[in-house]
């Protein structure tokens, strides 16, 4: 954990504050009193992230409109984008979990990345307020912003409009399933429109719904 440390723009004066945040809540230990590990943390931090994307987007973009700037937000608070920003941070290294979750791939888990970045957020903020929060985030979130000139949309949006615009009614989403264990669930959800269906699984209902509608897409040739 010294050497994740390290990279960041911080230096902890509650160091407790990022062991908490790099703690999954299947290696949380309610003997010590410890409440669910990283959860309040993460809870915190993606309030500070979506405050200070906003505040960095419309500087950034100060000539588009709300909705634009929305999508935006979108696109760059969500689970993919924290996750690959998690991974290229290599926070999965850090993460405080048991040996069982270890082996069964937990770390590797876009949610449980995208969760702890999360928290480290909050944690950030908690020791030194929105600036070493801040300073991270524009850091590590600049190729991203920077990578597309025109707002992004996602799948759930792209095949909305897809059939609204055919006058086919909005696409039904069905959570078919849930397994695994509750601190690593799988969801997986079928995508109903346009007498097609495509069904897909996520670390949670929101992504798999996202890749179930990317699959749609490709199905109805609107990909």
């Known amino acids: 954990m010294g050497d994740f440390a390290a990279t960041l723009p911080h230096r902890f004066q509650r160091p407790e504050l990022l062991v908490e945040a790099l703690t999954h809540r299947s290696a949380a230990n309610p003997q010590q009193q410890q409440l669910d590990s990283n959860e309040r943390l993460e809870f915190l931090g993606d309030r500070v992230l979506a405050l200070v994307m906003a505040e960095w987007l419309a500087e950034r973009f100060p000539r588009e409109r709300e909705g634009a700037l929305g999508k935006r937000l ?11 920003v998690a991974e290229r941070m290599d926070l999965g290294a850090a993460l405080r979990v048991p040996l069982g979750e270890q082996r069964a791939g937990v770390m590797a888990r876009q949610s449980v990345l995208a969760d702890a970045l999360e928290a480290l957020l ?21 190729s991203f912003l920077e990578a597309s000139s025109r707002p992004p949309s996602s799948p759930k949006s792209r095949l909305q409009e897809w059939t609204l615009g055919r006058a086919l009614g909005l696409p039904d989403y069905i959570l078919v399933a849930t397994t695994g264990p509750s601190h690593s669930p799988v969801f997986r959800v079928r995508v109903v429109a346009a007498g097609q269906e495509a069904e897909a699984t996520g670390d949670n209902k929101r992504a798999a719904e996202q890749a179930a509608a990317e699959k749609l897409l490709t199905i109805l040739g609107a990909a």
Do not use: H, Q
Request: charged letters at 30%; aromatic letters at 6%.
């Open 122 to 142: 909050g944690a950030l903020y908690v020791d030194g307020g929105l600036d070493p929060a801040r300073l991270l985030i524009r850091r590590e979130w600049e």
């Open 74 to 84: 979108g696109a760059l608070v969500s689970a993919e984008t924290l996750g690959k």
